[in-house]
């Protein structure tokens, strides 16, 4: 049973465009994270939201924590080929173990 | 400070055989994790440890099992590979009060 659905599943855009991925559960969560993973590595943090209907900004990427804690989105503004790669969403349950999405593989094409 | 490395990073076993997958981590981190990663699944955790000498199951432990007989280093055991098994396997730790995870490059394997 995956608690964590991501979508969509596969992203191939243009440089320049913008782009969302949306991260939904059911169940609560006490902090949620975005990771990005290139091929060939493990995956490497973006960010940790914590307050439900928290926004942070990571220069082009803005992410969203819902108010409820259940969902999360990930948006990107003037996508770069360098912004390639596997986006993972993690929920935390505990203060030491994380469910993770099924991930999001966006392909930025120049 | 090397962060997380793991060994091998690739192998290919035959059906039946054993291997013992090491990750080892230079951060004093107390959590330590095993994962693996297939197609369209995301990160599906095997088991985990929360300090030297403990370990627990996680959501896909069977056909798995683990030590940590110290603090830095957490091993991954397959007493008899199968072909389900074919994945690439991630280690990753974590210290006390924090949530962030710190994953190694992931190992490879090929189960025939």
């Known amino acids: 049973t995956q608690l964590l659905e991501q979508s969509p599943q596969f992203l191939s855009i243009q440089e320049g465009e913008n782009l969302t991925v949306y991260c939904n559960s059911s169940?609560?969560?006490?902090?949620l994270q975005w990771y990005r993973q290139e091929p060939g590595e493990g995956p490497v943090l973006l960010v940790t939201?914590?307050?439900?209907?928290e926004v942070k900004k990571l220069k082009r990427l803005t992410f969203q924590f819902g108010d409820a804690r259940k969902d999360s989105s990930l948006h990107i503004t003037a996508a770069q080929p360098g912004d390639t790669g596997l986006y993972l969403c993690?929920?935390?349950?505990?203060?030491?173990?994380?469910?993770f999405g099924s991930g999001t593989r966006l392909l930025v094409r120049p | 400070n090397a962060g997380v490395t793991q060994t091998p990073k690739f192998r290919v076993l035959k059906t039946g055989q054993s291997m013992t997958l090491l990750c080892a981590q230079d951060?004093?981190?107390?959590?330590m994790y095993w994962y693996r990663q297939d197609p369209g699944m995301g990160l599906r955790l095997i088991h985990y440890?929360?300090?030297?000498?403990?370990?627990a199951k996680g959501e896909v432990p069977d056909g798995y099992n683990v030590s940590r007989l110290k603090k830095q280093n957490f091993l991954l055991g397959l007493e008899s590979a199968a072909p389900s098994q074919t994945s690439v396997y991630f280690c990753?730790?974590?210290?006390?009060?924090?949530?962030?995870?710190?994953f190694g490059p992931g190992t490879r394997l090929l189960v025939l």
């Open positions: 990753a730790s974590t210290g006390t009060g924090q949530e962030t995870q710190y």
């Open positions: 169940s609560v969560f006490s902090s």
């Open positions: 939201v914590v307050t439900g209907g």
């Open positions: 993690a929920g935390a349950r505990s203060s030491y173990k994380l469910i």
């Open positions: 951060m004093n981190h107390e959590y």
């Open positions: 440890s929360v300090g030297e000498g403990t370990t």
